[in-house]
């Protein structure tokens, strides 16, 4: 039970970086000079995804 509460819990925090990726993105695109911050910004939200995506279908494959 309390796998499944933290799996909602993690699908909502997921939910708010996308968005707030996709927020940084938007003001890196108009203020060029925030643009070098946000892409090292996005870069490194990128990164921990693809390590999070990797860590998910790990966890998945054992219990699934």
Same mark, same amino acid.
């Not at 970086?17 to 938007?26: E, P």
């Not at 070098?36 to 390590?51: D, G, N, P, S, T």
């Given at each position: 039970? /309390?796998?499944?509460?933290?799996?909602?819990?993690?699908?909502?925090? $997921?939910?708010?970086? @996308?968005?707030?990726?996709?927020?940084?993105?938007?003001?890196?695109? /108009?203020d060029k000079e925030l643009?070098?911050?946000?892409?090292?910004? $996005?870069?490194?939200? @990128?990164?921990?995804?693809?390590?999070?995506?990797?860590?998910?279908?790990?966890?998945s494959s054992q219990y699934?």
């Amino acid at each position: 039970q /309390t796998c499944v509460i933290d799996l909602y819990e993690l699908v909502e925090y $997921l939910a708010r970086i @996308r968005g707030l990726g996709t927020h940084m993105a938007v003001i890196g695109h /108009t203020d060029k000079e925030l643009g070098a911050k946000v892409a090292f910004w $996005l870069q490194e939200f @990128r990164y921990r995804k693809e390590r999070f995506d990797q860590n998910i279908q790990l966890i998945s494959s054992q219990y699934l």
